[in-house]
């Protein structure tokens, strides 16, 4: 179980060239960060970094007291614009897969789908659905299968205005029952954050 | 348990859609062996001799069709990601990724393999055999195959790099498996073919999804 989330000091270099350095975060429990920045300044790659996908050029990432490889093992969830659904697949197929896969069960992946308002959706293929749609079933893992820490890539971004503000509250039950949030934006979240801007 | 089983499911399920899935493999393997005879010439004793060995070398080239998608387009829609941050191994689910491709690909082929043989002027009793050949055939294609697929994740045109990669691992159980049909339509003993082509499918089987998760990692970093 992920209790806190430590960043100290961290530079990141891509294709030969250094994002950014001695980035550092301290996010506890109940707590959610907005990561800013300009395009191109390594938002997604720290949250990549956190994930255990990019290596660190310097510094380090702990999880409290969680042991790392536990905690990226499944104490993380990560939603971004590469969401991993299967256009010729349903959406009910996906949803039952990726909560399974995530550690949840049939009931609480019905259960996301009713708060998401995905029941309509299930039957249809993903190539059918609007971004927004996809992005909330992608959205359906992070209810389906409760984790500690959220790792979002604008997670707003593709939903319209009335979703914006559900998935502000649902933010906020995270963060209520002691979850955390590191979101990577462009418009400021919904929900009290403290903020982390990246150079450019 | 149930997430290995729920992946194997899916990765079955892709594995028989993705670019035509066993249709497309099987009538590639069947025009294959029917080009031939209008190659060589269709004299029977001619292609009876060389039967065994033309519908190994078919049954690598389709085994090769469906590789590329293997790791390509999870790596390009974050379904890799995905299934990264799991408790799983990725060697673990490298290796259900693999079985699924083999039933879905690999046993189809093997159905089609004696009936490929015997269309070439095999004897039936040679049936029975050939199948079993493909299908161990096809695990060692699979797991060496997804080797490849995984290695040329991220390049351009990864479809002719696997076949690059991938044909020279190919050739041991092309090999030993032609030998193995040879020497039985020969009346000599075959076992011992057998167990080698047993024994190459079993060390792609232990190596190839440490290999895979490796090239799977290098590619999401």
């Known amino acids: 179980m992920i209790t806190a989330l430590s960043i100290k000091d961290t530079a990141i270099r891509r294709g030969g060239r250094l994002l950014f350095e001695g980035v550092s975060l301290e996010l506890a429990a109940g707590q959610a960060c907005a990561l800013t920045g300009p395009n191109g300044s390594g938002k997604t790659s720290l949250l990549r970094a956190v994930a255990g996908f990019v290596r660190l050029e310097a510094g380090s990432i702990g999880f409290g007291a969680a042991d790392v490889e536990a905690a990226r093992g499944g104490g993380l969830h990560m939603v971004g614009h590469a969401d991993g659904l299967k256009p010729s697949r349903t959406a009910a197929e996906e949803l039952a897969f990726w909560s399974r896969w995530c550690g949840g069960t049939d009931a609480s992946a019905r259960e996301a789908a009713r708060t998401l308002e995905l029941d309509t959706l299930l039957p249809l293929e993903v190539r059918r659905l609007s971004a927004g749609q996809r992005r909330r079933l992608a959205m359906a893992r992070l209810l389906a299968a409760p984790r500690a820490l959220w790792l979002l890539d604008e997670p707003l971004s593709p939903l319209d205005a009335r979703w914006r503000e559900a998935f502000g509250d649902l933010m906020r039950r995270h963060l209520d029952g002691g979850g955390l949030i590191l979101a990577a934006v462009h418009d400021p979240l919904p929900i009290p954050t403290v903020s982390l801007e990246l150079p450019a | ?221």
Do not use: H
């Not at chain 2, 670019?19 to 009538?27: D, K, S, T």
């Not at chain 2, 009876?48 to 790596?75: H, K, N, T």
């Not at chain 2, 690909?105 to 043989?117: E, F, H, K, R, V």
């Open chain 2, 1 to 221: 348990m149930s997430r290995l089983l729920a992946l194997l499911g899916r990765e079955t399920a892709l594995a028989w859609g993705r670019g035509g899935g066993p249709l497309v493999a099987v009538g590639f393997y069947a025009g294959v062996t029917t080009f031939l005879p209008l190659a060589i010439g269709s004299e029977p004793t001619r292609l009876a001799a060389i039967a065994p060995g033309a519908a190994w070398v078919a049954l690598a080239l389709a085994s090769l069709l469906s590789l590329e998608r293997l790791f390509e387009r999870d790596y390009e829609d974050g379904a890799l990601d995905q299934l990264f941050l799991s408790p799983v191994p990725l060697e673990l689910t490298c290796l259900i990724k693999c079985l699924g491709q083999w039933l879905a690909n690999g046993a189809p082929l093997a159905l089609a393999a004696p009936i490929a043989a015997i269309s070439l002027g095999a004897g039936p009793d040679l049936a029975p055999l050939a199948f079993a050949c493909a299908l161990l055939g096809g695990l060692a294609f699979a797991f060496v195959g997804g080797i490849g697929a995984a290695l040329s994740l991220g390049a351009r045109r990864g479809g002719l790099l696997t076949a690059v990669i991938v044909l020279p691992l190919f050739v041991p159980p092309v090999i030993f498996g032609g030998g193995v049909l040879d020497a039985f339509a020969g009346g000599l003993p075959w076992s011992g073919g057998f167990a080698l082509l047993g024994a190459y499918a079993l060390g792609a089987l232990a190596i190839g999804p440490v290999a895979m998760a490796a090239a799977c990692r290098n590619a999401l970093s």
